[in-house]
């Protein structure tokens, strides 16, 4: 987990930008302010960097427009350079808005040499003119262009669990039908499948991963495949994670049964002909497990 760090004073970054894809024009988010705290409970952790540079990125999807972002940059290098970054929330049109830093500006470097380092973020940013929040991009840099860069990474972290709830949600008055993965009717795997195959950037499940027990047996497969710092994340991938670090929208496997939590200890799932698609206890009987399906690609 992230630590605080004392922030530092810094140049401005006007002459010395780096290079960045393009995006719609300047962001209207809030500027980090002196000092924050990492989240508590992150959605996501992440390292991001290449050879004199490392970030840690935490992001905590709010819904399907907002997020809260928390950055840590180090300098791991002694090479006098200056590490950067740059962090872009993207709609799924592929329509950007530029996070805005304590300078003012869209990028911020470290200074101070090898093993300093700056933080900031953790307040929540609905950035204007993105209707969708699909994902958050990443770019770190060891160096500024006025240096001569020598390594630069992108990373693109996913919205998939709110993003695929909310296509869940808008089918809440549909029926329930064993075996049925939509338009008209579902069973509880079947919404899964649907939901988050409705989210642009989502790579599809294939006929392998259909029902619950199959959903089920793909999570902890894949949530075992991960290393201790997430740092071999794909762009479909899943993380186990506790009853007490439950977030709106993980999934919630039971023997036969899966569904989105929705918070408050509620279930939001595809029940049976009956009950139709709806709310539930979590406790309705024992989970077999608890999991949060994320993305990342860089």
């Known amino acids: 987990m992230l630590t605080k760090k ?3 004073q810094r140049r401005s970054l006007s002459a010395i930008l780096i290079a960045v894809p393009v995006f719609l024009a300047t ?3 809030m500027a980090s302010p002196a000092s924050a705290a990492p989240i508590g409970n992150p959605s996501l952790e992440i390292p991001v960097g290449c050879p004199g540079a490392r970030a840690v990125i935490q992001v905590e999807w709010e819904g399907t427009r907002s997020a809260k972002v928390h950055w840590e940059l180090t300098d791991t290098s002694s090479d006098g350079n200056s590490p ?3 962090m872009v929330a993207v ?3 592929g329509n950007g808005r530029s996070w805005v830093f304590r300078n003012d500006e869209v990028v911020f470097a470290v200074d101070g040499g090898y093993g300093a380092s700056v933080s900031g973020g953790g307040h929540s940013w609905d950035p204007a003119g993105i209707a969708q929040f699909n994902h958050l991009e990443v770019k770190v840099s060891n160096g500024t262009s006025a240096q001569g860069t020598t390594c630069s990474v992108t990373k693109k972290t996913f919205n998939y669990t709110r993003l695929a709830y909310q296509y869940a949600l808008n089918q809440i008055d549909k029926r329930y039908v064993l075996g049925a993965e ?3 009717a579902f069973d509880c795997s079947g919404l899964v ?3 988050y195959h409705r989210v642009t950037n989502f790579p599809h499940w294939g006929d392998s991963v259909r ?4 959903q089920y047996d793909w999570a902890r497969s894949e949530a075992d495949n991960n290393n201790a710092d997430l740092s071999n994340l794909k762009s479909r991938d899943a993380i186990r994670v506790s009853r007490s670090n439950l977030k709106v929208g993980d999934l919630i496997f039971y023997s036969g049964h899966v569904g989105f939590y929705a918070g408050g200890g509620q279930l939001y799932s595809a029940m ?5 698609i709806g709310y539930m206890s979590i406790d309705y009987t024992t989970p077999l497990g608890y999991y949060r399906v994320v993305g990342v690609t860089g």
């Not at 029902?211 to 199959?214: K, W």
């Not at 049976?272 to 139709?276: D, I, K, L, R």
């Open 6 to 8: 004392p922030a530092r």
């Open 27 to 29: 962001s209207f988010a």
């Open 91 to 93: 709609d799924a049109s």
């Open 272 to 276: 049976n002909p009956s009950a139709g």
């Open 211 to 214: 029902s619950s027990a199959q």
């Open 182 to 184: 939509g338009p008209d």
């Open 84 to 86: 950067v970054i740059k």
């Open 193 to 195: 499948k649907f939901a």
